[in-house]
């Protein structure tokens, strides 16, 4: 049973009631008032987040004892290396069997985070963390008691040791802007500048900043911002590796596509219907996948010129919701894709079909991103339950439930990194978890 899910057991037990709550364990109804009321807080909405609460707490307790089920049946690595052995299971599917027990079995502790300003260390609530190609740093937007954000980057050389510490350095000059979307960008060398979307009083703000801002080099030496200009308000980023469209990045307005070259400053403009919440340049041609908020997906080839109308869009697909992440997957044949309505689709791009749909995911009106490793051959995304998902590439079959180590809430949605490399090509394989001002690892061996 997905533990986000409400529970099927009352309607078994009793029958609903209209306005009325069967509570199990009692044996017997309690009456239910609207909204919320002091001398009576029993309201469905507090029913709910208790059963959930419950929920969460038995998952975490069955992690601690290393009580957890492999989803399959029959599935341990005795009988896969037998099977291996006797030539029954390929090579492609013995590792991704393989993989699936890694994902089971890892177990979560928590990382030590040292800053240089020990005053502000642990104290903000991370926001988004986005790692770059390497997973050797990782990008950190942590929200502000008085409001705003502040950034910062996290150096992950720290995993490989004995002792899980990481070393994070933030620069507190930009602190008032709130953020909607980042990216890595490559402008001198891979993932060494970043871009930054989002809100700094009205309009919004794009900037460009060197990552070199974030590190414990002498303050005199660090170079200054890139790029920045006001937009309206901004919901996504993406930069291009295409050298066909060298140096340019893209940002998802309302209701628009602009597109910036950062070396000549020219700009291209795509008028949409709707606001772009999510971005992604392809790789071996100059082509931008945009996800909207009417549910559409559609493809803008950057190099030519945008023309009025509508005829500049080459792909479209379309969600029966909001389409709040995009993936394009590395041979580009196919895209995976998440929208509000907590549905999970991977898209053929050259037939425009839907031909795998992953089930579980819970969102409402989040803008939750997808993390997608071809090379281990797992989906993973965070639901606005909190609850961290795993999934098998190949089939859809979900792997496994992660529950958050804090209480459900709006405000503690966990911002996660997976990779077989943390720290860099000799670092360790995981998940890294942020969630309030805790940083978890979730060992992957």
Same mark, same amino acid.
């Given at each position: ?9 009352? @309607? ?9 709550? +069967? ?5 017997? +109804? ?12 029993? &309201? ?78 642990? &104290? ?16 950190? !937007?942590?929200? !502000? ?30 602190? @008032? ?85 950062? !070396? ?22 100059? !082509? ?63 037939? =425009? ?19 997608? @490793? ?13 609850? =961290? ?35 860099? @090509? ?20």
């Amino acid at each position: 049973e997905d533990p986000s899910s409400s529970s099927s057991t009352q @309607n078994s037990v009793a029958p609903e009631l209209p306005g009325f709550y +069967y509570d199990p364990e009692k044996n017997r +109804y309690f009456r239910l008032l609207p909204g919320h009321n002091n001398h009576n807080p029993l &309201t469905k909405d507090s029913i709910q987040h208790k059963a959930m609460e419950c929920k969460r707490l038995r998952l975490l307790e069955e992690e601690e004892k290393q009580n957890l089920k492999t989803t399959r049946a029959g599935l341990n690595s005795s009988v896969l290396l037998q099977k291996r052995q006797l030539g029954l299971l390929s090579s492609t599917s013995y590792c991704r069997l393989v993989h699936e027990l890694k994902v089971n079995s890892m177990q979560r502790r928590k990382i030590e985070i040292h800053s240089p300003d020990s005053s502000v260390a642990g &104290t903000n609530n991370f926001k988004i963390i986005v790692a770059d190609v390497a997973c050797e740093r990782i990008f950190t !937007v942590n929200d !502000v008691e008085h409001g705003g954000c502040k950034y910062g980057i996290i150096n992950l050389s720290g995993l490989g040791k004995e002792s899980l510490t990481v070393e994070m350095y933030d620069n507190l000059y930009f602190t @008032n802007r709130k953020v909607n979307s980042v990216c890595w960008a490559s402008l001198t060398h891979p993932d060494s500048h970043l871009c930054l979307m989002g809100i700094a009083e009205t309009p919004g703000c794009a900037s460009l900043l060197p990552a070199s801002l974030f590190s414990s080099t002498n303050p005199g030496d660090r170079p200054g911002m890139l790029c920045s200009f006001k937009i309206s308000t901004a919901w996504s980023c993406a930069w291009c590796l295409n050298p066909q469209a060298d140096n340019c990045f893209s940002t998802g307005l309302t209701r628009r596509v602009l597109v910036t070259n950062v !070396v000549t400053g020219h700009r291209q403009t795509f008028g949409t219907s709707s606001d772009v919440l999510a971005q992604q340049f392809a790789t071996q041609t100059p !082509v931008l996948y945009n996800g909207c908020r009417s549910g559409e997906i559609f493809s803008i080839d950057v190099r030519q010129r945008n023309r009025k109308g509508q005829s500049w869009k080459a792909i479209r697909l379309f969600h029966g919701s909001a389409v709040t992440s995009i993936h394009l997957m590395e041979a580009e044949h196919y895209l995976m894709a998440a929208d509000m309505a907590g549905k999970i689709k991977l898209w053929d791009l050259r037939t =425009t079909k839907c031909v795998k749909q992953y089930k579980g995911h819970h969102n409402e009106y989040a803008l939750l991103p997808l993390h997608v @490793n071809e090379e281990e051959g797992l989906l993973i995304a965070v639901g606005q339950d909190c609850y =961290t998902r795993i999934w098998s590439l190949q089939d859809a079959h979900l792997l496994r439930t992660i529950p958050s180590p804090h209480p459900s809430s709006k405000d503690a949605i966990p911002s996660v990194v997976f990779s077989s490399r943390l720290g860099g @090509n000799r670092g360790v394989p995981g998940l890294l978890m942020a969630v309030k001002q805790d940083l978890y690892h979730f060992s992957y061996n």
